[in-house]
C-alpha cells in the first residue's frame, strides 16, 4: 500500500507502454527469434515475401471482419462467403463470362450476402452469433451444391494475375491488401461512418439518442465484411488457380482471431485496422517459422491457441496494472 | 456526539495522467455522525470513496479504523472492515434482478450444498426493502424497473451486509421527494444505532438538513471541516468554489416570441391527450411526480418512443420524428435522463461524445473535419465550464458532474431550435449548475424554446415561464409561473388545486 508516488507513476507509464506496445514487441521478438534459429532461412527476403503474400488473403478477410466487430457484432460467415464467391466466380468463368464480370458479379454475391447477414442480425433481431452461424451454415451448404462437392478446374489465364501476377516487386495481391487496409483505415477514421461504428460499439443506445442510425449502420458493416470477404476469396481462388468449396473456411477463426490479436494492439480493447494486420501477420509469421522449423501443422495450432490466449492475458494484465 | 473515530484517512493520494485528484487528505469520520463531503466536480470525492471501496487504488495513504491500521486491496478488504458504499454511478447488471444485484459480490445464502437458496435469498432482499420502505419488483430483470426504482436497487446493495461506515455517494439524484425521505429516515436510524454515515451531494439544502459535520474538498484538498451548526449555504458555496454565488438562477433575459411547437391530442402508453405549446424563447417546464409521464412526453417529441394518436407542429409546419435522426434534423434536442446509459459512449474521447450528434455539420461528403470538431467542441465544451485535462480523454475519466456538462455541451453545439432537458443538472454543482441554467437563458433568449422535466422543484419553479403539470400521463394545470411557490407547486403535480 505505502509506496512513493514516483515509483507509482512509472509504473502507470510502463503499464500504458506495454498497453499500447506490447503486442507489436511481441511480434518483433517473434520475428527475431526465428531469425535467429534459422537465420540462413527465415529473415531471407524471399521468405518474408512468401509471409506477406500467404497473409494476403487472410488480411483483406479480417479488415471486412473488423468493421463488423467495432460495432460489438462478429461475423461467423466469411469462410463460407469466400468459399462461395470463389466457386461462383470460378464457374461463371468456365462457363465463358468476360474474367472482369465473372469477378464483379462475385463481389456483388459476397457483398449482398453480408448485407443478408446484416438484414437478419440488425433488423431481424438475430444475435450476430446465431445469425452468422445459420447463414455460414447455408452459404456453404450453397458453394457444396453448386460445385456438386468437388474442386473446380480450368480457369482463364487471364484470370492468374490477381493472386500471382505482379507490379514490379510487388505482387497484386499483397498491393490489394495493402488499399483494402488504406480504405478501411480511411473509413474508420476518417469518416463519420466510422464514428459511428465505433460510438454503436460503445453504447448502441446512446448513439441512437444521438441520432444515429443504428441498425442502419450495423447493416452496412455486415455488407462491407461480405464485400472484402468475397474480395478474399477471389484473390485466394486465384492465387490456387481452381476454386474449392470449402477453400475459404480457415478464414472463419483466423480472421476473428487476428481481429482480437489486434484489439490488444495499439488500442485498448477496441478492434482497429493497424491492429488487426498486426494480428494476421503475427499468425503468418508463426505458421511460417514452425513450419521452418519442421513442426507438425497439429502442434502449429496448439501452438497459435496458446499465442492468443497470452498476447491476450498479458494485455488484460498490463490493464490492471494501471 | 461520541467523538470516537470510525475511520481516519491520512495523506491519501492519487494521480491519472495529467490530473491529480487526491493531493494528500487527510480526514476522519466519527461514530454516530452523519457526515458532509461536498466539494466542487472533480474535487476528488468519488476518487475517495472508490479507494475506500477497493476499486481504486491509492497511490499513498493509510487507514485507520480506531486507531488501528487497516489495508484495502479490494472490495472484499473493504467490506471485512465493514464499509458499505452507494456509488455515484449505478453500476447495476441489467439482466440481473433486483436480488441478484443487491448481492452481487457477497455470498449468496446455500441450501444442499452448492445450491443458491432463493427462497432464503429473497427472505434477506425483503428483509433490506422493508427497511428502506420501498417496494419493487424483486424477479424481474432491472432493466424493466424504472430509474427510480434501479437507484433504490443500488442503494439496497449498501445493505446487503452489515456495515458500520456508510458511503453514499450523490444517492438522491435519481430519487423523488418520497424515496429521499425515506434514505434520510434510514440514515438517521443508522446514526442512531452509532453508525456512521459519509454523504456527498450537490444538493446543500440537503446536506445542511441531515449532517453533523462537513467536508469541503476543493482541486483534490480538503479545504475546510466544520460542524454543520457553524455553516450557511452562502459559507459552503464560497468554500467550495472560492468565490461568492450571489443567487441560484441567473436573471431571465428576453421574452418569448410567437408559437414555435404545439402539440395537441398526444397520446401512446404513458401519456394521455397532452395539448400544449412552446414559444420560441420560452421555457417551459413540465411538472409532475416522478412516473407521471413526464419522460415520456419528450421522449415522444423526441421520436424514441411511438404515439399512437395526436399532432405536432413544429414552427406551423407538420413535425413527425419517427427516430431521434428526424428529431435532430430539425432542430428538436434531448438531454436525456441516463447519462450514462443514454447520453455518453464512456470509452470514446471527449471529442466524439461532444460532435457525435452534430457530425453531418462537422464533415464534408462523409469525411471528418477534425479542424471543425475540434474547435467546435471546444467552443462548447467551454460554454458549459467543462473541466478537463485533454478533449482526447475517454470521458469514462472525467468525474460524474463533468460527465453530465459532456451530454449538455453535446446538444448545445447543435444550436437546437428546441431544447428538451430531462434531469439536466443531475450531479452539477453549484458553480457550473449556475453557468448551465445561464445557457439555457442565454438560448431562450437567443430564440430556443425550452422544455425542461427536473425532480428538483427549485430548479423549475426558478427557470420556466410557465409550468404544464401532468399527473399519471394525463394534463392537469397549466399555470404561469408568477406566484408558483413551493407548496402550491407540489399540490398541483399531486393533481389538487388549493384556493
Ligand atoms: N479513471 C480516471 N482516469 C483519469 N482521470 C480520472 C479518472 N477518474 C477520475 N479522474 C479525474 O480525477 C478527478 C477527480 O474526480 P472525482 O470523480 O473524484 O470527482 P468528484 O469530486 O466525485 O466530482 P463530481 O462531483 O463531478 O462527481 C477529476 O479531475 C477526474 O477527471
Ligand atoms: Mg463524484
Request: a neutral charge; one cysteine or more; aromatic letters at 8%.
Amino acid at each position: 500500500m505505502k509506496q512513493t508516488a514516483l515509483d507509482n507513476d512509472k509504473e502507470k507509464r510502463t503499464g500504458a507502454f506495454i498497453r499500447t506496445w506490447g503486442t507489436l514487441i511481441g511480434f518483433l521478438l517473434l520475428m527475431t527469434i526465428f531469425s535467429a534459429i534459422r537465420p540462413d532461412v527465415f529473415p531471407s527476403g524471399r521468405n518474408l515475401k512468401n509471409i506477406i503474400e500467404q497473409v494476403a488473403t487472410l488480411s483483406i478477410v479480417a479488415s471486412g471482419v473488423t468493421v463488423v466487430m467495432i460495432t460489438g457484432d462478429f461475423d461467423l460467415s466469411v469462410g463460407a462467403i469466400a468459399s462461395l464467391v470463389g466457386i461462383v466466380t470460378a464457374l461463371l468463368m468456365k462457363a465463358g463470362m468476360g474474367t472482369f464480370a465473372s469477378i464483379l458479379i462475385g463481389l456483388t454475391l459476397g457483398t449482398s450476402a453480408g448485407l443478408l447477414n446484416g438484414l437478419i442480425i440488425a433488423y431481424g433481431g438475430l444475435s450476430a452469433f446465431v445469425g452468422t452461424l445459420a447463414t455460414m451454415t447455408a452459404y456453404s451448404g450453397a458453394a457444396l451444391l453448386i460445385s456438386k462437392g468437388t474442386t473446380v478446374f480450368g480457369l482463364p489465364e487471364n484470370f492468374r494475375f490477381l493472386g500471382q501476377g505482379s507490379l514490379g516487386f510487388l505482387p497484386i495481391s499483397v498491393i490489394i491488401m495493402l488499399l483494402t487496409l488504406l480504405g478501411i483505415y480511411i473509413l474508420l477514421e476518417q469518416t463519420t461512418f466510422g464514428r459511428r461504428l465505433y460510438a454503436i460499439g460503445g453504447n448502441e443506445e446512446a448513439s441512437f439518442l444521438s441520432g444515429i442510425r443504428t441498425k442502419q449502420i450495423r447493416f452496412i458493416a455486415f455488407g462491407i465484411s461480405g464485400f472484402f470477404a468475397s474480395l478474399g476469396g477471389i484473390v485466394l481462388t486465384s492465387r490456387l488457380y481452381s476454386a474449392h468449396p470449402q477453400a475459404g473456411s480457415p478464414f472463419m477463426l483466423n480472421a476473428a482471431a487476428a481481429v482480437f490479436l489486434g484489439m490488444t494492439a495499439f488500442r485498448e480493447g477496441e478492434a482497429n485496422v493497424w491492429g488487426t494486420l498486426l494480428g494476421v501477420l503475427i499468425m503468418g509469421v508463426m505458421g511460417n517459422g514452425l513450419n521452418i522449423l519442421g513442426i507438425n501443422t497439429y502442434a502449429q495450432s496448439i501452438l497459435t491457441g496458446v499465442i492468443i490466449v497470452l498476447a491476450v492475458l498479458l494485455s488484460s494484465l498490463a490493464k490492471k496494472k494501471a | 456526539m461520541s467523538e470516537k473515530q470510525a475511520l481516519r484517512i491520512e495523506n491519501l493520494k492519487k494521480s491519472y495522467p495529467g490530473v491529480k485528484a487526491l493531493k494528500g487528505v487527510n480526514v476522519s469520520f466519527n461514530e454516530g455522525e452523519v457526515h458532509g463531503l461536498i466539494g466542487e466536480n472533480g474535487a476528488g470525492k468519488s476518487t475517495l470513496i472508490k479507494i475506500l471501496a477497493g476499486i481504486v487504488k491509492a497511490d499513498t495513504g493509510s487507514f485507520f479504523i480506531r486507531d488501528e491500521e487497516i489495508t484495502i486491496r479490494s472490495s472484499k478488504d473493504s467490506s471485512s472492515n465493514g464499509l458499505s458504499f452507494i456509488h455515484q454511478e449505478l453500476n447495476l447488471v441489467t439482466y440481473f434482478n433486483a436480488m441478484e444485484n443487491i448481492f452481487l459480490g457477497h455470498s449468496y445464502p446455500r441450501r444442499f450444498g452448492p445450491l443458491v437458496d432463493w427462497k432464503a435469498l429473497k427472505k434477506r432482499t425483503q428483509k433490506i426493502t422493508d427497511t428502506l420502505q420501498v417496494s419493487f419488483p424483486l424477479d424481474r430483470p432491472v432493466s424493466y424497473l424504472s430509474a427510480v426504482d434501479r437507484a433504490m436497487v443500488a442503494i439496497a446493495r449498501a445493505f446487503a451486509v452489515d456495515g458500520n461506515v456508510y458511503f453514499m455517494d450523490e444517492p438522491a439524484t435519481a430519487l423523488t421527494d418520497i424515496e429521499k425521505e425515506k434514505l434520510f429516515s434510514v440514515i438517521k436510524n443508522l446514526k442512531a444505532q452509532g453508525k456512521t454515515v459519509v454523504y456527498v451531494s450537490h444538493n446543500l439544502d440537503d446536506v445542511l438538513q441531515i449532517t453533523d459535520r462537513i467536508t469541503v474538498m476543493r482541486d483534490g484538498a480538503v479545504v475546510e471541516c466544520k460542524k454543520t451548526s457553524e455553516m450557511t449555504k452562502d459559507t459552503l458555496i464560497s468554500s467550495m468554489i472560492g468565490k461568492d454565488l450571489e443567487s441560484s438562477f441567473p436573471k431571465r433575459l428576453g421574452s418569448p416570441a410567437e408559437t414555435l411547437l404545439s402539440v395537441s391530442h398526444l397520446s401512446n402508453s404513458h401519456i394521455r391527450d397532452l395539448s400544449f405549446s412552446l414559444r420560441a424563447g420560452e421555457i417551459l417546464g413540465i411538472g409532475g411526480l416522478v412516473g407521471s409521464g413526464r419522460t415520456e412526453l419528450l421522449e415522444s417529441i423526441f421520436g424514441s418512443r411511438a404515439l399512437f394518436s395526436g399532432e405536432m407542429l413544429l414552427e406551423g409546419d407538420s413535425y413527425k420524428p419517427s427516430s431521434p435522426k428526424d428529431a435532430i434534423a430539425s432542430g428538436v434536442v434531448l438531454v436525456p435522463e441516463e447519462r450514462r446509459k443514454q447520453g455518453l459512449v464512456m470509452s470514446r474521447s471527449i471529442f466524439e461524445n461532444i460532435s457525435m450528434m452534430s457530425l453531418a455539420d462537422l464533415s464534408h461528403g462523409g469525411l471528418l473535419d477534425h479542424q471543425a470538431i475540434k474547435e467546435r467542441s471546444h467552443e462548447a465544451g467551454d460554454k458549459v465550464r467543462l473541466k478537463s485535462a485533454d478533449y482526447r480523454n475517454h470521458v469514462g475519466t472525467l468525474s460524474g458532474g463533468n460527465q453530465q456538462k459532456v451530454v449538455f455541451a453535446k446538444t448545445v453545439l447543435q444550436q437546437p431550435k428546441v431544447l428538451m432537458l430531462d434531469e439536466p443538472s443531475k450531479g452539477v454543482d453549484v458553480g457550473a449548475r449556475f453557468e448551465i441554467y445561464s445557457i439555457i437563458q442565454e438560448l431562450a433568449a437567443s430564440g430556443t424554446g425550452v422544455i425542461i422535466v427536473s425532480s428538483d422543484f427549485n430548479e423549475v419553479l426558478g427557470l420556466a415561464d410557465r409550468i404544464v403539470f401532468i399527473k399519471d400521463g394525463y394534463q392537469t394545470f397549466e399555470k404561469e409561473n408568477s406566484d408558483i411557490d413551493q407548496e402550491s407547486y407540489l399540490n398541483y403535480c399531486y393533481g389538487r388545486e388549493l384556493s
